[in-house]
Each structure stands twice: as structure tokens, then as C-alpha cells.
């Protein structure tokens, strides 16, 4: 089976800190993604990864930042947290899309951490 | 700009009949549609996806149709069971020639399935 491991359920953190959210996953996957899930907004895209050190911005990438020096891991960092970045931010990994094969399109999702900013 | 709507924040159906869930998008050039099913307090999993050369994917109790021309699709799920109450995402790839895989989700429908 495949695993997402994210490293943390729930935080709680304090205006202008400075948060990390790890994710790794153990299937080979070469993209990952990071996800936050607001109610009535649905799943929004802030960065993706499809490779080593490669990054590309989402949707909205504004206040976050990604690191992805190891291609099991991708990490979210909020460089200064702020209210309005508490959400539920959901780690997902998936292979390229080369053909209906591969799954073309499927990801794999972590359980989630719920992050409450003060 | 939502490119995925899934305009229903909520249904309740009774166990043992049919729900529809619907979704739109805008995109014409989306080419792969996925719906996800979210437990509260896990991630969301994969259920059932279809290419945009059928117009109808089944696997079990879930069968999800494609209507390009509408630029709509829809999961219906039969029978419902309780089992079945969760959130449910829409999702499309945009990516028709790329391979990053990313998609674009909608917002959710709450389904409820009383016994």
C-alpha cells in the first residue's frame, strides 16, 4: 500500500512563527503536492514537485515556501504564520502522468495536519 | 475563477436509494476527471476516475458518467449506503501533454446517508 506520512495531526502555532510541515512518502513517487482544504473552497493547490529540487508554484503560493531536497520528502514552510493560513494542509504524491497505466492523474494523500494559528 | 464547481454544498438520500453528485467544470481541455471520497480527520482517497474518451466508468456500486459537451459529469452511487456518507471532491487534470499530474479539485458535497 501506498503511505503519505505527514509528520504532524495538529499544531498550534502563534502569529509570525515560523511553521514546517513534513511529508514523506515510501511508493518511489516522483511528484508531490501540497493542498490546503477550506470549507466551501474545496482542495486548493499551493506548490507541487515533480522532481528533486524542482518546484512549481499552485494556486496559491502566497506566504508558503517548499523544500524538496530528497524525493520521498516534501516539506511546506510558512516563512511568518498568520491567521488566515489556519487550515487542514493535506500532503499528496502520485507518478508522472505517462499513460493510464500509471495512473494518470491518481495522487495518494497523507491524513492530513490540522493547523490552528493564534 | 472556479474551474471545478460542484454546486450542491450538501445531499441526504435514505440508505438503499441513489445518490447523484454532480460536478461542472469550464476547462475544455481537461482530459482526466477523478473523484475522491474524505472521511473527517483522514485524507481524501481515490474512488473512481474516467478518461475524457468514455462517457461512463462503473466499479461496483459507484458509476461515474461524462457529458463533454455539457462540460459535466456526475457520480452516482447505488445502492447508498451509510457507509458512504463523507465529503466528495471532484477533481480534473489540466494537464493534457504535461506529466505532472496535478489536478483541480472542487469544492465538496457533504453526502449523508440515513439508515
Known amino acids: 500500500d501506498v503511505k503519505v506520512t505527514q509528520s504532524s495531526r495538529y499544531l498550534v502555532k502563534r502569529t509570525g512563527e515560523k511553521v514546517f510541515l513534513e511529508c514523506v512518502q515510501d511508493?518511489?513517487?516522483?511528484?508531490m503536492f501540497w493542498y490546503r482544504q477550506d470549507p466551501g473552497l474545496g482542495l486548493r493547490l499551493i506548490y507541487f514537485s515533480y522532481d528533486v529540487k524542482m518546484k512549481e508554484k499552485g494556486d496559491i503560493p502566497e506566504g508558503y515556501s517548499v523544500s524538496r531536497e530528497k524525493k520521498e520528502r516534501f516539506s511546506l514552510i510558512l516563512e511568518s504564520a498568520s491567521t488566515n493560513q489556519t487550515s487542514m494542509y493535506l500532503c499528496?504524491?502520485?507518478?508522472?502522468?505517462?499513460?493510464?497505466?500509471?495512473?494518470?492523474?491518481?495522487?495518494?494523500f497523507g491524513e492530513g495536519s490540522r493547523l490552528t494559528v493564534l | 475563477d472556479q474551474q471545478v464547481k460542484q454546486n450542491s454544498p450538501s445531499l441526504s438520500v435514505q440508505e438503499g436509494r441513489i445518490s447523484i453528485l454532480n460536478c461542472d467544470y469550464t476547462n475544455s481541455m481537461f482530459d482526466y476527471f477523478l473523484w475522491y471520497k474524505k472521511y473527517p480527520a483522514e485524507g481524501p482517497t481515490f474512488l473512481i476516475s474516467i478518461s475524457s474518451i468514455k462517457d461512463k466508468n462503473e466499479d461496483g456500486r459507484f458509476t461515474v458518467f461524462l457529458n463533454k459537451s455539457a462540460k459535466h459529469l456526475s457520480l452516482h452511487i447505488v445502492p447508498s449506503q451509510p457507509g458512504d456518507s463523507a465529503v466528495y471532491f471532484c477533481a480534473a487534470t489540466p494537464d493534457g501533454s504535461s506529466n505532472t499530474g496535478k489536478l483541480i479539485f472542487g469544492q465538496g458535497t457533504t453526502l449523508q446517508v440515513k439508515p
Open positions: 499528496a504524491s502520485s507518478f508522472p502522468r505517462t499513460g493510464l497505466a500509471r495512473g494518470a492523474g491518481e495522487l495518494f
Open positions: 511508493m518511489d513517487h516522483e511528484n
